[in-house]
């Protein structure tokens, strides 16, 4: 089995900033997160919104974020933190219920 080593001049959290800078690594990093709840895992709202916000801390970097998706952004943590993502998982929820998956997909922005 080969090695691999993490790189350590950076830390980790660097490290998954930089890698979300990759469109389809944070569509699946999101994805990750609405995943665990399909799979009755507990998953407080508190884990979704630091995912999102790292998701929009890489844009920041590469300076890719419209002020429309900051508005967005801002009213959706909202949300999380006023309703602890009831109406996001009761989604995800019923739609497994129904036979359903939701998947987030890179729009290549």
Do not use: C
């Not at 995943?35 to 998953?43: D, G, N, Q, T």
């Amino acid at each position: 089995m080969k090695e691999v080593k993490t790189p350590t001049s950076r830390s980790y959290h660097e490290y998954l900033i930089s890698s979300l800078k990759d469109p389809q690594e944070a569509a699946a990093y999101i994805e990750t997160f609405l995943e665990l709840e399909e799979e009755k895992e507990p998953l407080p709202a508190e884990l979704l919104r630091a995912a999102l916000k790292d998701v929009v801390d890489a844009r920041v970097q590469m300076n890719n974020l419209s002020e429309e998706a900051k508005q967005h952004y801002e009213k959706l943590e909202k949300v999380l933190l006023e309703t602890k993502g009831a109406e996001i998982y009761g989604l995800v929820e019923l739609l497994d219920v129904l036979g359903f998956r939701i998947a987030i997909a890179s729009g290549g922005a």
